[in-house]
Nanobody, 124 residues
């Protein structure tokens, strides 16, 4: 069992930065693939970035490439999402998720555990 708790959301102006953190419980955190997803009103939840168990491999959706960076610290059971040059279209609830299976582009149904989400609002 893994419990995920996100933090770091908030309101920022366009061009600003935020750093999201996800704290995980459980001794097997390092064996999980991790991902950040987001959902804005009226839209389906979408993938933002994923990272493999070691942290050496990452994936970013095109709209955030060059602006966001995902990282993990297996010693601290955390995964982070550094978000720079934020745009109003980045406004969404951001979720952290863990998958016991490997792969950077897994379907969302493969993610076994989800956090409660944290709101990010970017104003123009």
């Amino acid at each position: 069992q893994v419990q995920l708790v996100e933090s770091g959301g908030g309101s920022v102006q366009s061009g600003g930065s935020l750093r999201l953190s996800c704290a995980a419980s459980g001794r097997t955190f390092s064996s999980y693939s991790m991902g950040w997803f987001r959902q804005s009103p009226g839209k389906e939840r979408e993938i933002v970035a994923t990272i493999n168990w070691s942290g050496h491999n990452t994936y970013y959706t095109d709209s955030v490439k060059g602006r966001f960076a995902i990282s993990r610290d297996n010693a601290k059971n955390t995964v982070n999402l550094q978000m720079n040059s934020l745009k109003p279209e980045d406004t969404a609830v951001y979720y952290c998720a863990a998958a016991a299976t490997s792969g950077l582009l897994q379907p969302q149904s493969n993610y076994d555990y989800w956090g409660q989400g944290t709101q990010v609002t970017v104003s123009s």
